[in-house]
């Protein structure tokens, strides 16, 4: 990590506007793709893998798997931008880094689970129309903030990791088309996904700066190492790559989905308010201070508003990334000039299929390892932000009722096979029944509730009555 007395005073590194000499500024900027590059990624290669297609180096739909990867790197750059550089009232004029959103992957995955490729047009009409009514919300966002205390935003994280622990599982042991056969679990596939979990957190404790912050990169390299070594990568489709290609207009084209638009609407609510956390959490780690309307709002202008470009060239929904507003106060640099240089980056690499082309030779088992390190801190940031609940039987009940139902619907969606198409892909989801039925029990179960004692029953209270 570089000396931060070197790249400027207390002032200039609390100022979004300065901008640190270019030999600084680079690897700043580049720092900070590394903490977000396999995050960004991942969610287009969770899609892809659930609706079936890209996998295998005969696969016809191969160079689809590849162009959603790109797509995922260009516009994570372009949605940066937005935030950074601004057009009038869209960003914040702060280093907030964009990309890809795990959050929305409990409602995609049904809509596209075993359908191909052609379910796509289907799931992008989702991205675009919820992207626009994503950025509809900077009108108000400050306004609905009441209805989401700790409570309902902490069950809403944990029930995503909750919703796709399942999935890195999956990876590790081999992937969904290997289930039900020999190799599926076996002991190659788990040591090459326990490499990457032991290296990830090897370096997460006890490494400091720039290895602690990359990690979860650093633990697929290694996993990628060993599984090279075994016989597991195969580079054949990396020479075929092309060398430049450029976003396609509906490149998956568009087929409306009412089910798709609600769920995507519905979803938009919650990444809203977890940009209105990390723009909070900036302001107050980098600068000391407390965000402003305009920054929020247009935060959340910029969120919406580069999901639906995203979702017009086939790329899924962005968000504001965590781990970086993490970064931002581990390092004290504010400038949102330095991530600009890191969207900047991004957007080269979008344009390259080759990058995209290597990234798809990373094996299941590999990409399994650092998805379960992921997904399982999701749910730790959940708990974490339950840890401010005031744990009474008003509060206890509301998270109680909610994590059931969402829970159980999302490990049993048979029990809601007689309902319509659209209710049943929304309701199996498991974290929109979650999320509203925790809104609407917060602000419908009266607060007097709050005095009462805390009673645990079933022999779990610690003592007989």
Known sequence: MADMSSIGTPEQLRDPNYTPALHKAVP?????????????????????????????????DF??????????????????????????????????????????LPVMIPLVAGKGVDAMAVLFSGVIIGGFFHAALGLFIGKIRFALPPLVTG????????????????????????????EYGSLKNWSVAGVVVVVTLGLKFFARGLLSVSAVLLGLIAGYVVAMLLGMVSFGNVGNAAVLRVPGFLHFGFEFSVAAVIGFCLMAFISAIE??????????????????????????????????????????????????????????????????????????????????????????EVLGGGVI????????????????????????????????????????????????????????????????????????????LDNEPLEISGGMSGHND
Request: proline share 5%; charged share 10%.
């Open 28 to 60: 700043l900027g580049i720092q900070h793709i590394l903490a977000m590059f396999v995050s960004n990624v991942t969610p287009a290669i969770i899609i892809a893998g659930a609706a079936g297609f890209g996998f295998g180096s005969n696969s016809p």
């Open 63 to 104: 160079p689809e798997l590849i162009y959603m990867i790109q797509m995922a790197m260009f516009f994570a750059g372009v949605a940066t931008l937005l935030q950074t550089v601004t057009i009038g009232p869209v960003g914040a004029k702060l280093p907030i880094v964009q990309g890809t959103s795990f959050a929305f």
């Open 155 to 182: 069950l809403v994280v944990l029930m995503i990791g909750l919703a796709l622990v399942k999935v890195g599982i999956q990876y590790a042991a081999g992937g969904v088309p290997a289930i039900g056969t020999e």
């Open 275 to 364: 940009t209105v956390g990390d723009v909070s959490g900036i302001t107050k780690g980098g600068a000391g201070r407390e965000a402003t309307d305009a920054e929020i709002s247009g935060a959340t202008y910029a969120d919406g508003l580069g999901s639906a470009i995203a979702g017009f060239f086939g790329s899924l929904p962005n968000t504001s990334f965590s781990q970086n507003v993490g970064l931002i106060a581990m390092t004290g640099v504010m400038s949102r000039h330095v991530v600009t240089i890191g969207a900047l980056f991004l957007i080269v690499c979008g344009l390259v299929p080759k990058v995209g082309a290597v990234i798809s030779t990373i094996p299941i």
């Open 373 to 448: 390190v992921m997904f399982g801190m999701v749910c730790a940031a959940g708990v974490s932000m339950l840890a401010d609940v005031h744990w009474n039987r008003r509060n206890m009940v509301i998270f109680a009722v909610s994590l059931s139902l969402g829970l159980g619907l999302q490990l049993e969606p048979g029990a809601l096979q007689h309902l319509p198409d659209t209710a049943r892909v929304l309701l199996t989801s498991g974290l929109l029944p979650a999320a509203f039925l925790a809104i609407g029990l917060n602000l419908l179960l009266p607060e007097d």
